[in-house]
């Protein structure tokens, strides 16, 4: 029996040896994936306020490469402060640290929708306009086997596939 003996202790050791590579293989397979989470700042851990710190001030080190990351989220309860009414730029006041923020402060309203259906937006204080979405009033047609949606306002017509 020191045959059979001697080839199962060599069989158990070849064993070992294949667990011990495939281990290591998949620690370096681990290893590089957590270089390169962090590599594109993609980084673990739960964010929380610093003892000493304004309560919008909040901190966490990567568990998987000790990064030291931080991050604010300011409160902002008071309206802002108008600088240049023409312009409606001013400034608002974080309640808890502070931090003046410099912006611009329209108030939109739809106004009105040009010919390719898209809303137009104007400041109520100021009179800025921008571009809000596209809104269609669709209407459904039937073309032989192909079925369409056209707009009832700009005409815009759109294959629907079922």
Known sequence: MGFLDSLKEK???????????TT??????????LKIKCATNWHTGEFNNEEGKPECFFSK??????KY???TKHFF??????????????YR???LCGFKQSDYFHNYER???NEQCVIIERCSLC????????????????????????????????????
Do not use: M, Q
């Open 93 to 95: 006041v974080c309640e």
């Open 69 to 71: 990351i931080t991050k």
């Open 127 to 162: 009179g800025h306009e921008r571009f809000g979405k596209p809104e269609h009033e669709w209407i459904h047609n039937r073309e032989g086997d192909a079925f369409f949606k056209i707009c009832r306002d700009c005409h815009i017509k759109i294959r629907v596939y079922e």
């Open 24 to 33: 290591s293989a998949t620690e370096a397979i681990v290893d590089t994936a």
């Open 111 to 113: 106004a009105d929708k």
């Open 61 to 66: 080190v990567c568990p998987d490469c000790g």
């Open 77 to 90: 309860n008071e309206p802002p402060v108008i600088e240049d009414p023409n312009r409606c730029y001013g």
């Open 11 to 21: 069989a158990l050791e070849a064993s070992e040896a294949v667990k011990e590579k």
